[in-house]
């Protein structure tokens, strides 16, 4: 299978043999270079078995580092802007990474194995970066990221089948815990984490291992209705969790040519994930003096009147002034709220009202614009009790 | 919604003096609402919302009216009467917040229909996965199903924005009665010549007629037939039968049109949600606490007396019941003008359906069908011909229900897994025809049971291994469901929906805008515009109504 680039642009899962049948209809997209399923026949359907059975989605091209060495934490801890020295050996913690000037680069997870091993997963490619960063650690970074493979069992009725599985020991974790088991004589992680914010649990496992479990999996899932979800589905899901996503809802800050596309994680909403008490880490100084000033914009969640997603729609403080644009919108079916993320300059980052949508409706090929009102909302856009219910509901 | 909100702001002043009003009375409301069927519930919640101090009644232990799910038999919960979603409107549910209430609605995919000579048509929500279906049994109608579901929609399209509107009274020369027949006018012209000729003709033709234009296979016909009969006394060859298809193609789920759903728990689910809307906006709702009389002094409806004797009184009275239940068993005649009380009495509303609710051990074998076809769990139908359809009608019309009756079936524990044990099944058998009153003589137990073997047995010539997966079944005839659910003759819709009771017409003349005859009484279920299906809409339409008469009131309570 080592075909040249230039007959194989696209890299193929370990579980391609397995999603590319059920892909029925054939609607795939890139995702770092590898060949991932966009729907594999209907959104929607996906979308509600996210939200009321259960659902397997292929994550294997996430990039994975392995972190290691005496130095392992402090260089972690130097890394991102979170505290790490409080992340015990088997938990999982979400964070983000940002370059000198205190903009973020890309966000994503870091697993602690044990005192002295990580693994940080990420949709973009950092092995540079995080190189880069080690130097003066006595710490090894390696890309595992083609050695292990990763599947995310999420929705209400997950738990029901790591039941099946037998792996009832999962029972006890609580969200951003992980957990070992043995799987096929290799060794398995599994971790409640999850992009849907709903009750899921992710399998990271060796790459020739994966096809068995996925197969596994679908047959314990038989009975709770499990479908495997493309990654259209599982945005949808994201939005009504109220995350962001690099690319979509900000610029990181290694891509964007303009340098003021770049965006801190004040910027981005994420004042909790950064700890000014825990030592140097990268992006400190800059972002001490963006705390002095305060930031400049802020990503927020709208909820929008009527029905139309307010897609790329700009935003208006009054009828005329330009003061921001959405990122992400979506009609929410769970929520049955039109909901959105966006970003707005300050100080209508905290508006209570006047805010007001500019939003491009198709009416058959002819284009109007429909201004909609619109408030400032919490996110998660939908938090339900099963998400971070420990043990798992039943649902 | 936001228009709503500040029109509340504005009207704090008035609510607060009618407060002080009904304050010198004990068990006083604002409002009574009689009935917790979902649009009781929809109404109260959104008059609730705007400060009134509001009870619903309701006869039963248990709410939701139609809107029901229940636990009969241990581990499995039916949706006893109504059970799939899709005309419930989102505006709705969203102002009522219904998700937080834990309301969530599942589309499901597709239906098919088996035939006689062992095959099936399915139809799917893939667009391309249909038309290679319907190619199966005809190329041509194939392409023409492109064709009517254009049309389809183009009705859809036109009428979807009267739903949550109180229809225009074409004899008022009130500005807004004129400005509605305007809108009404202008939509209609928006259609376009040719279309416009064939609205009046689709709101008055038979479905026979109307799928003949487009269709040649049997079997495709008599799949798309199903909806045009559902819940109505006509045949599929009867005049206006037409128009019941378009109701069942007008709703969506999220924007889908024509999509259909399930509510996750059942369709109590609606209910309990709404019911919860309704105590968190300091709503109350009393069951087992019948209405046996609305109480009305010098022309005004002032409270009502429950059958205990109780009395309760209220500002506003509103009636969830059907029409024929609200004037003709719940109040004196003699508060009513005859001539009033006559259009009462010709108000259709036949019974034409029934129910059985079927506990399983196991998933029934389809032979006709592979075992792994997605449109499995959608509904299922065994009526091959549109001529069959017609001929169950014709038991009907000679009272006896169908020999071989139409099934709407559905399967829902393949969705929702909170309705039966695991890897066990919920069948929910919807039936057409069924008549309220039978030649030969009323409605029995033996009679009623006869009934549900016919439709077990009709269901068993396409599922071998059907029978001995019966656990439990409910059956349900219009004589339950009037006298367990309250619905007059068992008629679904709180009365038929054919184009001489629709719109401004419905459910009188000049009473369309959900006031009764009675100052202070109001109507507010589905004998009112737009009509039945678990939609929400008149409720909403009718709290409109009484806020406007309370001065407030917005433009629109959506």
Same mark, same amino acid.
């Given at each position: 299978?080592?075909?040249?680039?230039?007959?194989?642009?696209?890299?193929?899962?370990?579980?391609?043999?397995?999603?590319?049948?059920?892909?029925?209809?054939?609607?795939?997209?890139r995702?770092?270079?590898?060949?991932?399923?966009?729907?594999?026949?209907?959104?929607?359907?996906?979308?509600?078995?996210?939200?009321?059975?259960?659902t397997?989605?292929?994550?294997?091209?996430?990039?994975?580092?392995?972190?290691?060495g005496?130095?392992?934490?402090?260089?972690?801890?130097?890394?991102?802007t979170?505290?790490?020295?409080?992340?015990?050996?088997?938990?999982?913690?979400?964070a983000?990474?940002?370059?000198?000037?205190?903009?973020?680069l890309?966000?994503?997870?870091?697993f602690r194995?044990?005192?002295?091993?990580?693994?940080?997963?990420?949709?973009e490619?950092?092995?540079?970066?995080?190189?880069?960063?080690a130097?003066?650690?006595?710490?090894?970074?390696?890309?595992?990221?083609?050695?292990?493979?990763?599947?995310?069992l999420?929705?209400?009725?997950?738990?029901?089948?790591?039941?099946?599985?037998?792996?009832?020991?999962?029972?006890?974790?609580?969200?951003?815990?992980?957990?070992?088991?043995?799987?096929?004589?290799?060794?398995?992680?599994?971790?409640?984490?999850?992009?849907?914010?709903?009750?899921?649990y992710?399998?990271?496992?060796?790459?020739?291992?994966?096809?068995?479990?996925?197969?596994?999996?679908?047959?314990?899932?038989?009975?709770?209705?499990?479908?495997?979800?493309?990654?259209?589905?599982?945005?949808?899901a994201?939005?009504?969790a109220?995350?962001?996503?690099?690319?979509?809802d900000?610029?990181?800050?290694?891509?964007?040519?303009?340098?003021?596309?770049?965006?801190?994680?004040?910027?981005?909403?994420?004042?909790?994930?950064?700890?000014?008490?825990?030592?140097?880490?990268?992006?400190?100084?800059?972002?001490?003096?963006?705390k002095?000033?305060?930031r400049?914009?802020?990503?927020?969640?709208?909820?929008?009147?009527?029905?139309?997603?307010?897609?790329?729609?700009?935003?208006?403080?009054?009828?005329?002034?330009?003061?921001?644009?959405?990122?992400s919108?979506?009609?929410?079916?769970?929520?049955?709220?039109?909901?959105?993320?966006?970003?707005?300059?300050?100080?209508?980052?905290?508006?209570?009202?006047?805010?007001?949508?500019?939003?491009?409706?198709?009416?058959?090929?002819?284009?109007?614009?429909?201004?909609?009102?619109?408030?400032?909302?919490?996110?998660?856009?939908?938090k339900?009790?099963?998400?971070?219910?420990?043990?798992?509901?039943?649902? | =919604?936001?228009?709503?909100?500040?029109? %509340?702001?504005?009207?704090?002043?008035?609510?607060? +003096?009618? #407060? $002080?009003?009904? /304050?010198?009375?004990?068990?006083?409301?604002?409002?009574?609402?009689?009935g917790?069927?979902?649009?009781?519930?929809?109404?109260?919640?959104y008059?609730?919302?705007?400060?009134?101090?509001?009870?619903?009644?309701?006869?039963?232990?248990?709410?939701?009216?139609?809107?029901?799910?229940?636990?009969?038999?241990?581990?499995?919960?039916?949706?006893n009467?109504?059970y799939?979603?899709?005309?419930?409107?989102?505006?709705?549910?969203?102002?009522?917040?219904?998700?937080?209430?834990?309301?969530?609605?599942?589309?499901?995919?597709?239906g098919?229909? =088996?035939?006689?000579?062992?095959?099936y %048509?399915?139809s799917?929500?893939?667009?391309?996965? +249909?038309? #290679? $279906?319907?190619? /199966?049994?005809?190329?041509?109608?194939?392409?023409?199903?492109?064709?009517?579901?254009?049309?389809?929609?183009?009705?859809?399209?036109?009428?979807?924005?009267?739903?949550?509107q109180?229809?225009?009274d074409?004899?008022?020369?009130?500005?807004?009665?004129?400005?509605?027949?305007?809108?009404?006018?202008?939509?209609?012209?928006?259609?376009?010549?040719?279309?416009?000729?064939?609205?009046?003709r689709?709101?008055?033709?038979?479905?026979?007629?109307?799928?003949?234009?487009?269709?040649?296979?049997?079997?495709?016909?008599?799949?798309?037939?199903?909806?045009s009969?559902?819940?109505?006394? %006509?045949?599929?060859?009867?005049?206006?039968?037409?128009?019941v298809?378009?109701?069942?193609y007008?709703?969506?789920?999220?924007?889908?049109?024509?999509?259909?759903?399930?509510?996750?728990g059942?369709m109590?689910?609606?209910?309990?949600?709404?019911?919860?809307?309704?105590?968190?906006?300091g709503?109350?709702?009393?069951?087992?606490?019948?209405?046996?009389?609305?109480?009305?002094?010098?022309?005004?409806?002032?409270?009502?007396?429950?059958?205990?004797?109780?009395?309760?009184?209220?500002?506003?009275?509103?009636?969830?019941?059907?029409?024929?239940r609200?004037?003709?068993?719940?109040?004196d005649?003699?508060?009513?003008s005859?001539?009033?009380?006559?259009?009462?009495?010709?108000?259709?509303?036949?019974?034409?359906?029934?129910?059985?609710n079927?506990?399983?051990?196991?998933?029934?074998?389809?032979?006709?069908?592979?075992?792994?076809?997605?449109?499995?769990?959608?509904?299922?139908?065994?009526?091959?011909?549109?001529?069959?359809?017609?001929?169950?009608?014709?038991?009907?019309?000679?009272?006896?229900w169908?020999?071989?009756?139409?099934?709407?079936?559905?399967?829902?524990?393949?969705?929702?897994?909170?309705?039966?044990?695991?890897?066990?099944?919920?069948?929910?058998?919807?039936?057409?025809?069924?008549?309220?009153?039978?030649?030969?003589g009323?409605?029995?137990?033996?009679?009623?049971?006869?009934?549900?073997?016919?439709?077990?047995?009709?269901?068993?010539?396409?599922?071998?291994?059907?029978?001995?997966?019966?656990?439990?079944?409910?059956?349900?005839?219009?004589?339950?469901?009037?006298?367990?659910?309250?619905?007059?003759?068992?008629n679904?819709?709180?009365?038929?929906?054919?184009?001489?009771?629709?719109?401004?017409?419905?459910?009188?003349?000049?009473?369309?805008?959900?006031?009764?005859?009675?100052?202070?009484?109001?109507?507010?279920?589905?004998?009112?515009?737009?009509?039945?299906?678990?939609?929400?809409?008149?409720?909403?339409?009718?709290?409109?109504?009484?806020?406007?008469?309370?001065?407030?009131?917005?433009?629109?309570?959506?």
């Open positions: 299978m080592t075909q040249p680039p230039y007959k194989a642009p696209l890299l193929e899962s370990p579980l391609h043999s397995r999603t590319a049948p059920l892909c029925l209809g054939n609607e795939w997209t995702w770092g270079g590898y060949a991932s399923v966009d729907t594999y026949l209907n959104t929607e359907h996906e979308y509600f078995a996210i939200r009321n059975a259960a397997l989605f292929d994550l294997s091209p996430m990039r994975k580092y392995r972190v290691s005496p130095d392992a934490a402090r260089y972690v801890s130097r890394l991102v979170r505290d790490v020295d409080g992340l015990r050996p088997g938990r999982v913690a979400y983000v990474w940002c370059d000198d000037l205190g903009k973020v890309d966000d994503g997870t870091i194995f044990g005192p002295d091993e990580f693994r940080i997963c990420s949709q490619r950092h092995l540079c970066w995080f190189l880069d960063c130097i003066g650690y006595d710490v090894n970074i390696e890309d595992v990221s083609e050695r292990i493979a990763a599947i995310s999420q929705g209400p009725r997950s738990f029901k089948v790591v039941q099946a599985l037998g792996l009832n020991d999962c029972r006890t974790l609580k969200p951003f815990d992980m957990t070992h088991f043995d799987f096929d004589g290799g060794p398995m992680t599994i971790s409640r984490t999850g992009f849907t914010g709903d009750l899921g992710e399998f990271w496992l060796a790459s020739e291992k994966a096809v068995s479990l996925w197969d596994r999996l679908m047959e314990a899932g038989q009975a709770y209705g499990i479908r495997p979800i493309g990654s259209r589905a599982l945005d949808l994201r939005i009504e109220g995350f962001i996503v690099p690319l979509v900000f610029m990181p800050a290694g891509e964007a040519l303009r340098p003021s596309r770049g965006r801190s994680p004040f910027e981005l909403g994420l004042d909790w994930l950064v700890d000014f008490g825990k030592g140097h880490f990268v992006g400190r100084r800059a972002l001490l003096a963006e002095e000033r305060g400049g914009r802020r990503v927020v969640g709208l909820d929008i009147a009527g029905n139309k997603p307010a897609r790329d729609a700009l935003i208006y403080a009054g009828r005329s002034k330009q003061v921001g644009a959405v990122t919108a979506m009609w929410s079916p769970t929520c049955k709220r039109n909901i959105a993320i966006a970003t707005l300059d300050r100080p209508y980052d905290t508006m209570t009202e006047g805010l007001w949508v500019e939003i491009y409706v198709d009416k058959e090929r002819k284009w109007e614009k429909a201004m909609a009102p619109c408030r400032i909302a919490a996110r998660p856009f939908f339900p009790p099963r998400r971070s219910a420990t043990p798992p509901l039943d649902y | =919604m936001y228009l709503l909100i500040l029109a %509340l702001f504005e009207c704090m002043g008035a609510k607060a +003096s009618l #407060r $002080e009003g009904v /304050r010198t009375f004990m068990k006083s409301y604002d409002a009574i609402v009689i917790a069927g979902h649009n009781g519930l929809t109404a109260a919640a008059l609730a919302g705007a400060g009134l101090k509001v009870v619903v009644l309701e006869r039963n232990p248990h709410i939701g009216g139609a809107s029901i799910s229940r636990e009969i038999y241990p581990g499995f919960t039916y949706s009467c109504s799939v979603s899709s005309l419930m409107r989102p505006e709705i549910m969203r102002d009522l917040e219904l998700p937080k209430y834990g309301l969530q609605i599942i589309p499901y995919e597709g098919l229909t =088996m035939t006689r000579d062992g095959g %048509l399915a799917y929500t893939d667009h391309d996965m +249909s038309r #290679r $279906e319907i190619a /199966r049994h005809s190329a041509r109608d194939a392409e023409a199903y492109d064709r009517y579901a254009n049309e389809v929609l183009r009705q859809c399209r036109f009428i979807k924005p009267m739903l949550m109180t229809p225009p074409p004899t008022s020369f009130k500005p807004r009665d004129i400005k509605g027949l305007w809108d009404l006018g202008r939509a209609f012209h928006d259609l376009g010549e040719e279309a416009m000729y064939d609205t009046i689709f709101w008055t033709m038979s479905c026979t007629d109307f799928l003949e234009q487009y269709f040649e296979s049997e079997v495709v016909k008599a799949h798309l037939a199903g909806t009969i559902i819940g109505t006394a %006509l045949g599929p060859s009867s005049p206006g039968s037409a128009y298809l378009l109701h069942h007008m709703g969506e789920v999220d924007g889908n049109i024509g999509s259909w759903g399930f509510a996750r059942g109590g689910a609606i209910a309990r949600a709404m019911a919860a809307a309704l105590e968190a906006r709503g109350q709702v009393r069951t087992e606490a019948e209405v046996a009389q609305v109480i009305v002094r010098n022309g005004k409806a002032t409270g009502v007396a429950l059958a205990s004797g109780e009395e309760v009184h209220a500002r506003i009275v509103v009636s969830n019941m059907d029409v024929k609200t004037f003709l068993k719940a109040m005649s003699k508060d009513l005859e001539d009033f009380l006559r259009q009462v009495r010709n108000f259709k509303i036949r019974g034409s359906s029934g129910k059985l079927i506990a399983l051990d196991g998933m029934p074998d389809f032979p006709a069908v592979p075992k792994d076809c997605p449109a499995l769990q959608g509904d299922l139908h065994i009526t091959d011909s549109i001529e069959s359809l017609e001929r169950a009608y014709d038991d009907w019309k000679n009272g006896m169908s020999r071989r009756p139409y099934v709407d079936m559905m399967i829902p524990t393949l969705l929702d897994p909170t309705m039966a044990p695991d890897g066990k099944h919920y069948m929910s058998v919807f039936v057409q025809y069924v008549p309220p009153k039978l030649a030969d009323e409605w029995s137990t033996e009679k009623r049971d006869a009934f549900g073997a016919t439709v077990i047995n009709a269901i068993a010539e396409y599922s071998p291994n059907f029978k001995d997966l019966i656990l439990h079944a409910e059956v349900r005839t219009p004589h339950e469901l009037e006298n367990e659910v309250g619905l007059t003759e068992g679904i819709f709180h009365g038929e929906l054919t184009f001489d009771q629709l719109m401004f017409n419905r459910p009188i003349p000049g009473y369309a805008q959900y006031r009764a005859p009675v100052r202070n009484m109001y109507m507010c279920g589905s004998s009112t515009h737009p009509g039945g299906g678990v939609m929400g809409a008149p409720g909403a339409n009718a709290a409109r109504e009484i806020l406007r008469d309370l001065k407030m009131g917005g433009t629109g309570a959506a």
